[in-house]
């Protein structure tokens, strides 16, 4: 509160914050905020320049720059996972190709089942050659081709014998010993026929899995390869857009730095009110303390010219009896207009103020006065 000697007696009381310019203060605190306000960006706080009537704009332009990118990252991302990662159909693909194993045990088993067959076609051979030299021979043959189960192929010996030939008038070629030999040879062939045959049968299934898979591996490898030629078409059409996310995000950048020189300069000039006001606060103890200090040096003043009247009043004293006297003893003698000044009373002498308008120092109570010192001793401790 001021105190009540600084104002007109009538006047109810006031206080300091009665003689700040308050609406200064609060259209700056305002212009502040609503910079801020204006300048968000969500929940980031990224900040625009309001001033310029583009926050709105921006932040559009911006924001949808900013989604366009993320979505085609996120797009570009899922490409990646698909082509880099197998589905359920190319879990078999590894780093490593298997259609060269593949193709190797392909090989080696045609080479086995050339072998086998080989060594079937030598077993029929033989078997021919024994039929023709077996009595009747000719004759079981086309009675076995014409009478197999029902379900079984039938079986053509045409172009393997001649069945039209009689076996009954041909001659043997070969002795009883080497015929003898010859079926003996049968005999053990024919107890591997089954298991050649087996064994040809496992063959083929292997090499048709391994076929198949083969197969697969490259499907699989064209659809990574189609999937990858996607990414790569993906990537460039992302990098096309790249420089627009790149020019939006700079000039995004730039509006930023203006909006921070803008709020940077209403911060600066918030901080100069603020020392203001606070040096305000501040100087009114010191006005206190001035004003104390006039009152004191207005009554020394007053003293030394109570004294200094004093002693005029004295010298006037004097003055007045040398004057009595003078007329007393000569006064009578001297024509009066002689000099009309002989017997003038002395001149009253009095101080007065010069320069500026009387106007008397407030009075104030030494407790406040003490208390205003005590503060500003406080702020020069808090200062060093």
């Not at 720059?65 to 993320?70: E, K, Q, T």
């Not at 005029?312 to 000044?341: H, I, N, Q, T, Y």
């Not at 009373?345 to 407030?362: D, I, T």
Request: glycine share 4%; net charge negative.
């Amino acid at each position: 509160m001021v105190e009540a000697a600084f104002r007109p007696v009538d006047e109810e009381p006031r206080s300091l914050l009665d003689f700040v310019d308050e609406e200064g203060v609060e259209t700056m605190r305002d212009a502040l905020k609503e910079s801020i306000r204006e300048s968000k960006v969500g929940s980031s706080s990224l900040l625009q320049t309001p001033t310029t009537n583009i926050t709105q704009e921006a932040q559009t332009e911006f924001d949808s720059s900013i989604l366009g990118f993320d979505n085609d990252l996120r797009a570009l991302k899922t490409s990646l996972k698909t082509a880099s990662s197998p589905t359920a159909s190319q879990s078999g693909l590894t780093l490593t190709s298997p259609i060269p194993s593949h193709l190797h045990t392909l090989e080696s088993h045609a080479q086995e089942m050339a072998s086998l067959l080989d060594s079937l076609v030598s077993h029929f051979d033989l078997c021919v050659n024994a039929i023709r030299h077996t009595e009747g021979g000719y004759a079981a043959v086309r009675k076995a081709a014409s009478s197999q189960p029902p379900g079984v192929e039938p079986v053509s010996v045409s172009g393997v014998m001649n069945t039209e030939e009689d076996d009954t008038t041909s001659e043997p070629t070969i002795s009883e010993e080497e015929r003898l030999e010859m079926m003996d040879v049968l005999e053990k062939d024919a107890e591997q026929v089954d298991d050649v045959v087996m064994e040809l049968r496992e063959f083929l299934l292997e090499m048709e899995q391994k076929h198949d898979s083969i197969l697969e591996y490259v499907a699989n490898l064209t659809a990574m390869h189609a999937s990858t030629l996607a990414t790569f078409q993906m990537l460039e059409s992302i990098s096309a857009r790249l420089s627009g996310y790149i020019a939006a995000s700079q000039d995004f950048r730039l509006r930023w730095e203006d909006t921070k020189l803008n709020i940077q300069d209403q911060l600066s000039e918030l901080e100069s009110m603020r020392l203001f006001y606070e040096n305000y606060h501040s100087s009114y103890d010191g006005l206190l303390l001035e004003v104390w200090r006039r009152r004191q040096t207005e009554e020394k003043v007053k003293g030394i010219m109570r004294k200094a009247m004093e002693q005029v009043e004295r010298v006037l004293e004097g003055d007045r009896m040398e004057r009595e006297a003078f007329r007393s003893d000569v006064g009578e003698f001297l024509p009066v207009d002689l000099w009309d000044g002989v017997g003038v009373s002395p001149s009253r002498w009095e101080f007065a103020r010069s320069g500026e308008e009387e106007r008397s120092v407030p009075e104030l109570e030494e407790e406040v006065v003490e208390a205003a010192g005590r503060r500003d001793k406080d702020r020069q401790r808090a200062e060093r």
